[in-house]
């Protein structure tokens, strides 16, 4: 349905008034006509207007001054001016109340006025229908935003659920690695307690200070691992070091021999970001590593290799396995969320997509590939610390 404008028409002289109204009643728009300048204030003031077609001087109040009062309301609306006493400084003045038209009386033509309240009608609408769009994208906008903060939200809890997950299958490990030194601790307590040489009591306490310190750091290690990713703070992260964090307690949870997980990177290689994030990562690969190998023909002796190498801007960090590989028409699906080649209850199919998006998150990309009969190898590319490319 055509939008029906609102024009309204001021003139004190009223043979002048009729022939306005004549001219533009036929016209798609609303015609309002008034003799005075106090009554067409009244009426814009309640109903406002698109378009204002007024006589300069009025005996009440002035056409500029409704023109003003317009303005004020609803810059939107477009007014055009008509005088019999044309001057520079009415001109100007006009000009300064930003009027659509100036039009000396008497007109060359009634229909001339016509055209032009048509054209000042029209750029009305095109602003109020851009005003409208605006208005719309901006409120569609708002509305993303929300959304993309629910969405950033839900993926932050996402990869804290993935975390929390994965700590039932890390506990298990975890467990069994704790219990060889607590029964150490137990047993040696025991002896001091009926052992009264000194050089053997202290011999003994020795033992138990590092069967402490080592349960100390399986705590440590599944702990900084378990961590919210939102308490914590960017920072340069020596690669070497998280990855062999998180070779130790994968190796654990799925009694793995940590010295068939063979770690080669460059001590100095540093990246800006999350430490328990960046963990998480090769944690996820590590342990997806690990499982492929487990599958393979050289389950028993095979090995995972991780490399950490200097790549212009960025680090590259291949995770390479002995498994059975992925087949060509999966490699392009084993990021997205909740795919998995596992058997039903034996994996959410959120790890790599988890790993996919965090890397993302940094600038950095991850890639596949997995020729037939080799394994496969995960690389992620993520770019290194200023301080340490500097």
Not at 76 to 103: H, K, N, R, W
Not at 219 to 225: H, I, S
Not at 279 to 296: M, P, W
Not at 300 to 309: K, L, Q, Y
């Amino acid at each position: 349905m055509e939008t029906v404008g609102r024009v309204v028409v001021v003139d004190d002289e009223p043979v002048i008034l009729d022939l306005l109204v004549t001219v533009l009643k036929s016209g798609p728009w609303q015609v309002d006509a008034f003799r005075s300048g106090a009554a067409a204030r009244d009426h814009l003031l309640a109903h406002g207007a698109d378009v204002l077609l007024t006589d300069k001087n009025l005996p009440d109040v002035g056409g500029l001054d409704l023109v003003a009062l317009l303005k004020e309301h609803d810059p939107a609306a477009e007014c055009i001016v008509i005088t019999g006493f044309p001057s520079l400084d009415t001109a100007l003045e006009a000009m300064q109340l930003s009027v659509f038209d100036y039009i000396v009386k008497p007109p060359r033509s009634i229909f001339e006025v016509r055209q032009k309240v048509e054209r000042a009608w029209g750029k009305v609408r095109v602003v109020r229908e851009n005003g409208r769009l605006l208005s719309k994208l901006q409120d569609r906008n708002a509305s993303l935003q929300e959304a993309l903060e629910r969405l950033q939200s839900t993926q932050t809890e996402l990869i804290q659920s993935e975390k929390l997950a994965g700590i039932g299958t890390l506990a298990a490990g975890v467990a069994h690695e704790v219990s060889s030194p607590l029964f150490g601790i137990l047993g040696l307590a025991e002896a001091i307690v009926d052992e009264d040489d000194v050089e053997v009591v202290h011999e003994h306490a020795s033992e138990i200070v590092e069967y402490s310190k080592h349960i100390r750091d399986i705590v440590t290690e599944l702990t900084r691992y378990s961590r919210s990713s939102r308490d914590e703070y960017r920072t340069t992260v020596t690669l070497a070091s998280a990855i062999a964090d998180a070779a130790k307690l994968v190796a654990r949870s799925v009694r793995f021999p940590i010295e068939r997980i063979i770690v080669d990177a460059d001590p100095e290689l540093v990246v800006l970001a999350r430490t328990n994030e960046v963990q998480q990562i090769f944690v996820n690969l590590i342990k997806n590593a690990i499982e492929a190998t487990l599958e393979g023909e050289s389950a028993d002796s095979g090995i995972v290799t991780v490399t950490a190498v200097k790549s212009g801007a960025h680090v590259e960090v291949s995770v390479r396995d002995q498994g059975p590989g992925i087949d060509a028409d999966a490699v392009s699906l084993v990021f997205d969320p909740f795919y998995t080649t596992k058997p039903p209850g034996e994996g959410t199919g959120l790890g790599l997509n988890i790993v996919y998006r965090i890397v993302t998150r940094y600038s950095g990309s991850i890639t596949v590939s997995s020729p037939p009969g080799t394994g496969a190898c995960f690389v992620v590319r993520l770019p290194r610390s200023n301080a340490e490319i500097a």
